[in-house]
């Protein structure tokens, strides 16, 4: 198989579906672990966790990924919703640094459900990369990933949560999927605002409580 066209390439990513820092999103691995100290005397569940939804590419806000920049990364942003065991009917903001070798690090992300309890996230894992793929034999979908995620905690009766698990995200990149030329496969008729379908299974934990609308 061809290598992709790196131009094209680098077009994905800018445009593609998974913050660094100084955006509306923070890392919040940290302030998950100063919350679970002060509940550490609460009972926690731990239970299994599943979220299925979809995102689309937002160009109303860009990811500070300067810190990434002499590696090639850019700021990509994406908004969506879903449902998903102990969250019910959300919406989420998702938001990553992608390099046009099809890697991506720094997302972070938040469920939100409709009562505004928040469940944060990161995918990869803080300090992890993560690789995206093409595919040419689905009729619908043109990239695939499936990394692990984090949970990193939360508000409401998701404060002081933890957990894990893995994706499986399909990303509509094109109207007609993949245009074969000498160079290799460029997207036919490519979507700015395309749409990445996620499932998100593995496990929670968290300390229900009173603030549990479990």
């Known amino acids: 198989m061809k290598t992709i066209k790196l131009t094209w390439i680098a077009l994905i990513i800018i445009s593609l579906t998974f913050s660094c820092s100084n955006g509306p999103l923070?890392?919040?691995?940290?302030?998950?672990?100063?919350?679970s100290k002060t509940l550490k005397v609460s009972k926690t569940v731990t239970v299994p966790f599943k979220a299925d939804f979809f995102?689309?590419?937002?160009?109303?806000?860009?990811?500070?990924?300067?810190e990434y920049a002499s590696d090639g990364y850019t700021g990509n942003y994406q908004v969506g919703e879903g449902s998903g065991t102990h969250l019910g009917e959300f919406t989420v903001i998702i938001s990553f640094c992608g390099a046009p070798n099809l890697q991506y690090k720094a997302g972070e992300g938040v469920f939100v459900a409709d009562n505004g309890d928040e469940l944060f996230f990161n995918i990869p894992?803080?300090?992890?990369?993560?690789?995206?793929?093409?595919?040419?034999?689905?009729?619908?979908?043109?990239?695939?990933?499936?990394?692990?995620?984090?949970?990193?905690?939360?508000?409401?009766?998701?404060?002081?949560?933890?957990?894990?698990?893995?994706?499986?995200s399909w990303v509509n990149l094109s109207e007609n999927g993949w245009m074969m030329?000498?160079?290799?496969?460029?997207?036919?008729?490519?979507?700015?605002?395309?749409?990445?379908?996620?499932?998100?299974?593995?496990?929670?934990?968290?300390?229900p409580g009173k603030r549990s609308n479990k």
């Open 26 to 35: 923070e890392n919040n691995t940290s302030s998950a672990l100063k919350t």
């Open 55 to 66: 995102t689309k590419r937002d160009y109303s806000f860009t990811p500070d990924c300067t």
């Open 125 to 168: 894992p803080w300090g992890v990369i993560g690789h995206i793929y093409p595919i040419f034999d689905d009729p619908y979908y043109e990239l695939w990933f499936g990394d692990d995620f984090e949970i990193t905690g939360g508000t409401g009766r998701f404060e002081g949560a933890w957990g894990h698990g893995a994706t499986d």
């Open 181 to 207: 030329t000498p160079d290799g496969p460029i997207p036919d008729g490519f979507i700015p605002e395309h749409q990445t379908d996620h499932m998100f299974t593995g496990e929670l934990t968290f300390y």
